[in-house]
């Protein structure tokens, strides 16, 4: 989704995304029930976490300051390939609830994308990926995070009451 922006080389050498810190077991990408089925699949003693009507964390069971998402391979990369979670596939940008709108955030952990300016990231949303990302957060609103000041806020849509 994001290839306009980062090479899939930068992506998979860096793999930030993918490993999480035990505070932030928030930031693991919620899983619709498809995706949960492809994982069951691929990982089936994968343990999950109802967090909504139809969506899901892993269940991690780890002591560790830090851990990689079950999903990562040292040799494949992401074991779901081009099928990857909502989440990971927009990252780093995250869908987020802002007072009463549905916003599209940047992370800036990415350094790569960060290498571009605000009103790049802007015109590429409004140009390519925004209307995409408002249509599958509104079909699947357990996508949408609770707004974090970490992260700078790029586009906004009202919700509609």
Known sequence: MLTKLLSRCTCAECQQCC????YDIWNTPVLVPEIRNKIRQILPEM????????????KIH???ESFSCPLLSTEQG?????????DCQIFPLRMMHLDSSIVIAVSP???AVMQHSMKTLLNFLKQELAETLFAYA????DVIHVYDPFYPVLLWKPQKF
Do not use: M
């Open 47 to 58: 343990e999950f976490i109802s967090t909504g009507t139809e969506s899901y964390l892993f």
């Open 138 to 141: 509104e079909q699947h609103p």
């Open 109 to 111: 952990l990415c350094d």
């Open 62 to 64: 780890t002591e560790a």
């Open 19 to 22: 490993i999480f810190d035990s």
């Open 78 to 86: 992401c074991l779901l390939g081009e099928e990857k979670p909502f």
